[in-house]
């Protein structure tokens, strides 16, 4: 898990360090899938259309709710081939106007699964007249998902995309069934059809971009926070950094402040400033402070921070333990970890018994551990790393090694097991 430093650049101040510094501009690859996007478990539940009043967007889940008035559609879309309608509504604030805010009205022809392909008639421009939004989105009996683009039209190129999944027939059906009861008896004056005709909801709202340099690589990207497919409003709007060629965390995003050339981070021992985001998220520029002091990291003489961690044989253990040996403190994950990675901390564990080796998995789960850890017969310490830990030590890719001296004094923040064998091995001489 990659950790994220920010500081605050105040623009009177910096003007002329970034002069004469080189602006880069990052592609932004758009229909990105966060870490939250595989565990959504959000409904499009879908409701009877029975007649052209219905109950507004905020109703859903509720009791009716009699001081707001009903929507009225002004113009039914041309419905050739479809035997049953229902309607649901789909959120997407760049389709706000002054009328109706927040959720479009959405017919859905042949809800009932049957051979017929399904249709999705979207009030795209939110104006509840169909008959101006162009073709209906389909679902033919082949599909179980599909995707749907919708535009915001006050913001040339920015779009944002949903994909809608169907529920698959004989799978969890207790709790489907209990999904039905739910959304029966808390739905107003709607009639909810069956949780089998309703659909998964997963929303692409981040882009993402690499930088790859000759010192340096990581992966930006920008989360679209307010639903409107608009990626640069400061102070909604959130950003990421992290590994390279890494998945959006989103326990790792932060905001950004009102000016988005004030916004800045730390990566990789280096210093870097947004000099801008395109609205629609197409591509970010950055550039970097060739002069900057950075703000937070680990100092080589300076004791080192303490933390506990569990072992591969469950037992808590914790760094201060160790203060009276010389530690090599490695981090990895099963896809880092080389196979000289592995032969050099084995000689490291074999030769130089007096220095304690703590090699902590980071990221992967604990069952995989054990298992390299037994099927590998690992003999040096194999333990767990945490967010907290990595927060600490400010760990950004993996793997990465750590030499302390005695008292958890650093030596060097970013040495390998091979490297750290050498210089034991030259020391010994």
Same mark, same amino acid.
């Given at each position: 898990?990659?950790?994220?430093?920010?500081?605050?650049?105040?623009?009177?101040?910096?003007?002329? %360090?970034?002069?004469?510094?080189?602006?880069? #501009?990052?592609?932004?690859?758009?229909?990105?899938?966060?870490?939250?996007?595989?565990?959504? #478990?959000?409904?499009?539940?879908?409701?009877?259309?029975?007649?052209?009043?219905?109950?507004?967007?905020?109703?859903?889940?509720?009791?009716?709710?009699?001081?707001?008035?009903?929507?009225?559609?002004?113009?039914?879309? %041309?419905?050739?081939?479809?035997?049953?309608?229902?309607?649901?509504?789909?959120?997407?604030?760049?389709?706000?106007?002054?009328?109706?805010?927040?959720?479009?009205?959405?017919?859905?022809?042949?809800?009932?699964?049957?051979?017929?392909?399904?249709?999705?008639?979207?009030?795209?421009?939110?104006?509840?007249?169909?008959?101006?939004?162009?073709?209906?989105?389909?679902?033919?009996?082949?599909?179980?998902?599909?995707?749907?683009?919708?535009?915001?039209? !006050?913001?040339?190129?920015?779009?944002?995309?949903?994909?809608?999944?169907?529920?698959?027939?004989?799978?969890?059906?207790?709790?489907?069934? &209990?999904?039905?009861?739910?959304?029966?008896?808390?739905?107003?004056?709607?009639?909810?059809?069956?949780?089998?005709?309703?659909?998964?909801?997963?929303?692409?709202?981040?882009?993402? /971009?690499?930088?790859?340099?000759?010192?340096?690589?990581?992966?930006?990207?920008?989360?679209?926070?307010?639903?409107?497919?608009?990626?640069?409003?400061?102070?909604?709007?959130?950003?990421?950094?992290?590994?390279?060629?890494?998945?959006?965390?989103?326990?790792?995003?932060?905001?950004?402040?009102? !000016?988005?050339?004030?916004?800045?981070?730390?990566?990789? /021992?280096?210093?870097?400033?947004?000099?801008?985001?395109?609205?629609?998220?197409?591509?970010?520029?950055?550039?970097?402070?060739?002069?900057?002091?950075?703000?937070?990291? &680990?100092?080589?003489?300076?004791? !080192?921070?303490?933390?506990?961690?569990?072992?591969?044989?469950?037992?808590?253990?914790?760094?201060?333990?160790?203060?009276?040996?010389?530690?090599?403190?490695?981090?990895?994950?099963?896809?880092? &970890?080389?196979?000289?990675?592995?032969?050099?901390?084995?000689?490291?564990?074999?030769?130089?018994?007096?220095?304690? %080796?703590?090699?902590?998995?980071? /990221?992967?789960?604990?069952?995989?551990?054990? %298992?390299?850890?037994?099927?590998?017969?690992?003999?040096?310490?194999?333990?767990?790393?945490?967010?907290?830990?990595?927060?600490?030590?400010?760990?950004?890719?993996?793997?990465?090694?750590?030499?302390?001296?005695?008292?958890?004094?650093?030596?060097?923040?970013?040495?390998?097991?091979?490297?750290?064998?050498? #210089?034991?091995?030259?020391?010994?001489?």
């Amino acid at each position: 898990m990659s950790i994220k430093r920010i500081f605050a650049l105040i623009p009177i101040v910096m003007i002329g %360090i970034f002069v004469g510094a080189q602006t880069t #501009q990052i592609h932004m690859e758009k229909k990105v899938k966060d870490d939250f996007f595989d565990k959504s #478990q959000s409904i499009l539940p879908i409701y009877k259309y029975t007649d052209e009043r219905i109950e507004p967007y905020s109703k859903f889940g509720l009791e009716i709710d009699k001081t707001k008035p009903l929507y009225t559609v002004k113009k039914m879309p %041309i419905m050739e081939g479809v035997r049953d309608t229902g309607y649901t509504y789909i959120y997407f604030a760049g389709a706000d106007n002054a009328q109706n805010q927040g959720y479009l009205l959405t017919l859905v022809g042949n809800y009932r699964r049957s051979r017929r392909t399904v249709y999705f008639y979207i009030d795209r421009n939110n104006d509840f007249d169909f008959t101006n939004d162009g073709l209906p989105d389909s679902l033919t009996l082949r599909d179980n998902d599909f995707e749907i683009e919708l535009v915001n039209n !006050t913001i040339p190129g920015a779009t944002y995309a949903i994909k809608l999944s169907r529920f698959k027939y004989g799978e969890n059906i207790r709790y489907k069934n &209990l999904l039905t009861e739910h959304y029966k008896a808390h739905s107003g004056g709607k009639v909810f059809t069956d949780i089998n005709y309703c659909f998964r909801e997963q929303r692409y709202n981040s882009v993402a /971009g690499n930088f790859k340099s000759a010192t340096d690589s990581f992966t930006i990207g920008i989360k679209d926070m307010n639903v409107n497919g608009v990626y640069n409003e400061s102070c909604t709007d959130q950003l990421y950094v992290g590994p390279y060629n890494s998945q959006i965390v989103s326990d790792e995003l932060f905001n950004m402040t009102p !000016t988005i050339g004030n916004i800045g981070f730390e990566w990789g /021992g280096k210093k870097y400033k947004l000099v801008s985001i395109e609205t629609s998220g197409s591509y970010i520029e950055l550039q970097e402070d060739l002069n900057a002091t950075l703000s937070e990291k &680990l100092r080589i003489g300076r004791k !080192t921070p303490n933390f506990s961690y569990i072992n591969v044989l469950n037992k808590k253990h914790s760094l201060k333990e160790y203060r009276k040996q010389e530690v090599f403190l490695f981090f990895w994950d099963k896809e880092s &970890l080389s196979s000289e990675d592995t032969a050099y901390l084995s000689k490291l564990h074999r030769e130089f018994p007096d220095l304690k %080796i703590l090699a902590l998995n980071h /990221g992967d789960k604990p069952k995989q551990v054990k %298992i390299i850890y037994y099927y590998d017969k690992v003999q040096y310490p194999m333990g767990y790393s945490n967010s907290e830990i990595g927060a600490h030590y400010f760990l950004e890719d993996l793997s990465r090694g750590y030499y302390l001296g005695k008292r958890c004094k650093l030596k060097n923040d970013n040495i390998t097991p091979m490297q750290m064998y050498q #210089q034991l091995l030259n020391k010994s001489k």
